[in-house]
């Protein structure tokens, strides 16, 4: 059975305020762009970015990665193994 998984997170949406959502996946969002009218100016090209697409109790929204914060068991665990990782190089 394949079961979409999603992960509990808390949002960084700007003065200090966070937001709790469950987060679904990766988009990777392209466009092309036209070169510019300027002498010298940028070539055509394509713009890319990766947003992550989070459900929020009022809806589903693309979020920067910067901004989101995982906070379930998968990042505790990796935490936890940091933690441990700084303790023995410390130690020797």
């Known amino acids: ?16 305020y ?4 469950f987060f679904h996946c990766w988009e990777h969002f392209s ?16 713009i890319s970015k990766v947003y992550g697409i989070v459900e929020f109790a009022d809806g589903v929204r693309s979020v920067l990665p910067e901004e989101i914060k995982f906070c379930d068991e998968d990042n505790a665990y990796l935490v936890e193994m940091n933690k441990h990782n700084k303790e023995v190089n410390t130690n020797g």
Do not use: H, Q, Y
Request: some cysteine; charged content about 20%.
């Open 18 to 21: 966070d937001e709790f959502g």
């Open 31 to 46: 466009k092309p762009i036209g070169a510019s009218p300027f002498v010298g100016g940028a070539p055509a090209g394509v």
């Open 1 to 16: 059975t394949i079961k979409p998984e999603k992960r509990l997170c808390k949002v960084n949406l700007g003065a200090s």
